[in-house]
């Protein structure tokens, strides 16, 4: 209940009305988690963090070539005609492949847009970067890569169990009574988890099973604002600091994506780091000065690349 009072406040605050000075003079906006808490958010990241006031303003055109590989080897299209029945060696489709399958690719990107404006209003996800990450990760394709990496958000069997312990509301949704407290702990519960995730259907339309697809974005959302209280943690660790008063709104969500990507570990060495030349507050950018090795590096780009520019802000 306290979560979507805070998430009903921010989201009116997210459209610009001012509400925190309506709240009691006890409670101040380090009582609201700085993931959730959208203020201070610089202008340079204002086209990846604001919200669409409706879902059309997520809809996009990209021409996605691993998802129209699945489409063509999963039988949704029809590239029979093309040259090597419009699959590349890798599985991705070569160009008779996309141009045979690009209207349901515009489709399938965007089957989901509702759900993902959904999310920030339920969850407190952004949705820009939430779609930027599942067009990343699995660009809509929400099925099995590798035998590891699930759903819409390539979610692995470790990621979602260390969401939930973070996560009390995902936990809460995910759940089974069966598992008794051993759900954290248990890798087969959490593959269950994860196979209830994935939304490709055979003899559904465009392969999508949307009711599956809708709720695999709600879990998304959840899991990833799971990883979000887990780093602003380690910014309070790494600190000493409220996370809400070491870094702004857009800071805490690239570093969530950073720790999504590369880990834990990885994010917490780039605070400390961050931290000890800027003794205070943390921008993007000093983060950046301060990032080291392989995975943080991978990390970092991975953060970057989400949050590049994809949709026009503001919207016309």
């Not at 989901?112 to 339920?122: R, S």
């Not at 209830?196 to 999508?208: D, E, K, M, N, R």
């Not at 400390?272 to 991978?298: H, L, Q």
Request: charged share 15%; aromatic share 12%; net charge negative.
């Amino acid at each position: 209940m306290t979560r979507l009072i805070l998430t009903a406040i921010v989201f009116i605050a997210s459209f610009g009305i001012s509400v925190f000075q309506s709240l009691p003079r006890n409670v101040s906006a380090q009582a609201i988690s700085a993931c959730l808490n959208r203020i201070h958010i610089p202008q340079e990241d204002l086209h990846w963090v604001y919200v669409p006031e409706t879902a059309k303003v997520l809809y996009s055109e990209d021409p996605l070539y691993f998802l129209a590989g699945q489409l063509i080897i999963n039988e949704v299209v029809d590239a029979s005609y093309c040259p090597a029945g419009g699959l590349m060696l890798n599985g991705y489709a070569n160009a008779c492949g996309m141009a045979a399958s690009l209207d349901t690719v515009i489709i399938v990107q965007n089957l989901v847009n509702e759900p993902i404006l959904q999310a920030f209003i339920d969850v407190g996800t952004p949705p820009v970067m939430l779609k930027q990450l599942i067009r990343y990760e699995s660009q809509f394709w929400p099925g099995i890569q590798d035998d590891i990496h699930y759903g819409y958000g390539h979610l692995t069997n470790i990621g979602i169990r260390n969401a939930m312990q973070w996560n009390p509301d995902l936990y809460a949704k995910v759940w089974p009574a069966r598992a008794g407290s051993e759900c954290v702990s248990n890798w087969l519960i959490a593959d269950d988890i994860l196979n209830s995730l994935v939304a490709t259907c055979p003899t559904c339309p465009y392969g999508v099973d949307v009711n599956v697809a809708n709720r695999s974005v709600d879990i998304l959302a959840e899991t990833l604002l799971g990883y979000c209280f887990q780093t602003a943690q380690r910014v309070y660790n790494a600190t000493g600091w409220h996370s809400s008063v070491a870094v702004d709104y857009a800071t805490i969500w690239k570093l969530t994506l950073m720790n999504y990507n590369a880990g834990t570990q990885c994010t917490y060495d780039t605070i400390v780091e961050t931290f000890e030349y800027t003794k205070g507050p943390m921008r993007w950018s000093d983060v950046i000065a301060n990032v080291s090795g392989e995975a943080c590096v991978r990390g970092l780009a991975y953060a970057n690349q989400i949050t590049t520019k994809a949709f026009n802000f503001p919207p016309p």
